[in-house]
């Protein structure tokens, strides 16, 4: 258990309603990352932080923005929700390497987001 | 631009019947290759991290191999539990950002 926890768990909303998503981390890890998952494109990377109030854009960022005012929290906010956003939404942390470790990514359990 | 394919798609396997699944990438400089393992409605699962080519790493019915274009993980007498959709990630960027394939769907039937 990677000490991860994504609210909520579950969304349904309306097409131009704001929607923001939170990612919690017990860990103080340095990185944090948002992906979406979506069939056929596998996961990937809309934004990330390397520290508090240091975030930038990944891959599929448009539409979306973050803060992270506190290092345990990282948040996701989808300023006008559309339909093209209905996705599954996962947060990731990237713990600090000991010696001899292996970096990785450890996941959150993810957010389903449905914009009707 | 930095790409990773996966193959195949999907795959079926009886019980026992060993078989690889295939992560090719395209990247300025490898500076880790990932392999995580995801079950449904689960966040990814990290299972090996390899840096170089050579490299092998190896969990319980699983063997993660590298070379300069692709990855292998090998599935040694797979068992039903092993069923799971297989993500192969490379890192690009500073802030180990993650580039992911789109998965393999494996079934291993009883």
């Known amino acids: 258990d990677a000490g991860i926890t994504q609210s909520p768990r579950h969304k349904v909303t309306e097409t131009g309603t704001p929607v923001t998503l939170r990612c919690h981390q017990t860990e103080n890890h340095r990185y944090m990352y948002w992906y979406r998952q979506d069939p056929g494109h596998g996961l990937r990377l809309i934004h990330y932080?390397?520290?508090?109030?240091?975030?930038d854009k990944g891959e599929v960022s448009d539409g979306y923005s973050v803060s992270r005012s506190k290092t345990e929290d990282f948040l996701l906010t989808l300023e006008s929700a559309t339909s093209s956003q209905t996705s599954v939404y996962f947060c990731?942390?990237?713990?600090?390497?000991?010696?001899?470790?292996?970096?990785?990514?450890?996941f959150g359990p993810g957010t389903r987001l449905l914009v009707l | 631009e930095d790409q990773v394919t996966q193959s195949p798609e999907a795959l079926r396997l009886q019980e026992g019947e060993s078989s690889s699944l295939n992560c090719s990438y395209t990247?300025?400089?490898?500076?880790?290759l990932f392999w995580y393992r995801q079950d449904p409605g689960k966040g990814p699962e990290f299972l090996f991290t390899?840096?170089?080519a050579g490299e092998e790493k190896e969990k319980e019915r699983l063997k993660a191999t590298l070379t300069k274009k692709e990855s292998f993980l090998h599935i040694t007498a797979p068992k039903p539990e092993d069923s799971a959709t297989y993500l192969c990630?490379?890192?690009?960027?500073?802030?180990?950002?993650?580039?992911f394939g789109s998965g393999t769907q494996l079934t291993v039937l009883p």
């Open positions: 390899l840096y170089s």
């Open positions: 932080s390397y520290g508090v109030k240091d975030t």
């Open positions: 990731a942390i990237s713990p600090r390497i000991s010696g001899g470790g292996q970096e990785t990514q450890y």
């Open positions: 990630a490379v890192r690009t960027g500073s802030a180990r950002q993650l580039t």
């Open positions: 990247v300025s400089g490898l500076r880790g």
